[in-house]
């Protein structure tokens, strides 16, 4: 916040929250539940369903771009943000989904150790290369989205070739069946959630302009820090659950 004018920090502000959303279209976050329930289900062939999954994912970010590049107007009127932005999105997207599958993956299998050290890696490399671009380069606003986009595409293409070759199988028909319609029963509360915690700034930007999304933005993250706690320790859960259900160990569950 101290590197960034008013407005810059807006302009960011709305791209994460533009991000949040279209994440969420674009991949049905396959990379969570349907994963963890694909995962006990199929529990024979854990490695196959992860590489299949990252296929799905490089099938889907790759059918986004052809649709901004088809419908970039709409976009850019829909988001109000320029379009260069847009395409680091979608390139953050892409990151974003693959290392999230990664770290899903071995979650499920309680190898935290590789999980915790990857995660403290790509803050630190996303801090530094945040600070270097902002110092440097003009526009601070494109600065920071650029490394926010660029250092998640670092470790989520790195890694989405780890998962490619965890199971060496792109295209499974049953397990794209099942992952996608998985996912698209979640979406409708996926969505719902995600536009009751962001669609505000949204409309305060429509309504007004980023000056006011800066300063909301700022105080509603400092509100929400509790999130990443919660967020963690739900990751944390789910694997256990789903084992746990499967097994019919309903009493574990009650407790």
């Not at 998985?182 to 409708?188: A, M, N």
């Amino acid at each position: 916040t101290r590197l960034l004018t008013t407005e810059e920090y807006g302009i960011v502000s709305l791209y994460q929250t533009w991000f949040n959303i279209i994440v969420v279209i674009v991949t049905l976050q396959i990379y969570i539940n349907p994963l963890n329930n694909a995962m006990v289900k199929f529990s024979d062939n854990q490695d196959k369903i992860v590489s299949c999954m990252q296929g799905m994912l490089v099938t889907m970010c790759a059918m986004s771009m052809i649709a901004f590049a088809l419908l970039r107007d709409v976009f850019i009127l829909l988001t109000g943000l320029p379009e260069i932005t847009l395409a680091f999105l979608l390139i953050q997207v892409y990151g974003t989904a693959s290392m999230s599958l990664w770290m899903s993956y071995n979650r499920f299998h309680y190898r935290y150790k590789s999980v915790v050290i990857t995660t403290l890696a790509y803050a630190i490399i996303n801090a530094v290369l945040g600070l270097a671009l902002v110092t440097f380069m003009r526009n601070g606003w494109l600065a920071r989205i650029i490394s926010l986009s660029m250092s998640q595409f670092m470790f989520g293409g790195v890694l989405s070739l780890v998962n490619l070759r965890c199971g060496k199988t792109f295209f499974d028909l049953k397990l794209w069946k099942y992952s996608f319609a998985f996912g698209v029963r979640l979406l409708p509360n996926s969505l719902a959630s995600l536009f009751l915690n962001q669609a505000d700034r949204i409309v305060i930007q429509k309504l007004t302009s980023t000056v006011e999304v800066a300063y909301y933005s700022l105080a509603y993250n400092i509100a929400t820090l509790t999130d990443v706690f919660k967020n963690a320790i739900s990751h944390a859960f789910l694997p256990w659950m789903y084992t746990s259900l499967k097994e019919g160990a309903d009493e574990e569950l009650q407790k």
